[in-house]
């Protein structure tokens, strides 16, 4: 098999994670299973990754980072009565004024594989920007929100959403300070989220 081949998935030759990772940001995709891809790409930007197969193995995740941080007497700043009420039995106590936490709890819309960023919009954020939020957040996502890339999520909301498409629509990605992003004019107007998924397998 050619180089070519390796480079752009003409055959089946399994590449290495070590190979991804030292890739160029704009050389093509590997040909790799979209989980995979997003979970390379994901811990690339710096956010931290729990992988759960059960709601049990959530909450003791859950538990994990707030005892990990010392959070135990800090509120959670959420905006999602079902996010409320699915974690208001793990002795957690929850605020609506971002004034009052340092850690955000929130679901997506979708996790993207292509770049390892998080799809939210105004169902999880309001009318709030990025950079209005804690700096701590703790996304909850299952597998099945997991697709190839903005495009496809953005055509997936349409499809769900129908008319009423949801405002304020935007992605979580850069999770470490670094210059990198800083000088990344795309970036301008977001800010760097000390970020934690707990990620559900559903399928």
């Excluded at 590449?15 to 390379?40: A, Q």
């Excluded at 039995?89 to 997506?108: A, H, M, P, Q, V």
């Excluded at 804690?134 to 959403?161: C, D, F, H, M, R």
């Excluded at 470490?176 to 399928?203: A, C, I, Q, R, V």
Aim: charged share 25%; hydrophobic share 35%.
């Amino acid at each position: 098999m050619g180089l070519l081949d390796i480079l752009f998935g003409g055959g089946k030759k399994k590449v290495s994670k070590e190979t991804v990772e030292t890739r160029g940001e704009h050389m093509p995709d590997l040909n790799l299973p979209v989980d995979e891809k997003f979970t390379i790409h994901f811990k690339k930007n710096g956010g931290k990754f729990i992988y759960c197969i059960s709601d049990q193995e959530v909450s003791r995740a859950l538990h994990n980072i707030i005892e990990e941080n010392g959070w135990q007497n800090q509120p959670f700043f959420a905006m999602n009565p079902q996010l409320t009420k699915k974690f208001g039995r793990e002795n957690i106590s929850f605020t609506e004024k971002t004034k009052e936490s340092d850690i955000f709890l929130t679901t997506c819309e979708h996790l993207i594989a292509q770049n390892g960023s998080i799809l939210v919009c105004s169902n999880q954020l309001n009318e709030k920007k990025v950079n209005e939020l804690p700096s701590n957040v703790i996304v909850y996502a299952t597998t099945s929100q997991l697709v190839e890339s903005i495009g496809e999520g953005l055509k997936t909301i349409k499809k769900k959403y129908g008319p009423a498409i949801p405002a304020n629509i935007t992605t979580l990605k850069h999770f470490k300070p670094t210059k990198e992003n800083s000088d990344d004019f795309l970036t301008y107007g977001s800010s760097t989220k000390n970020l934690y998924l707990l990620l559900l397998e559903d399928l």
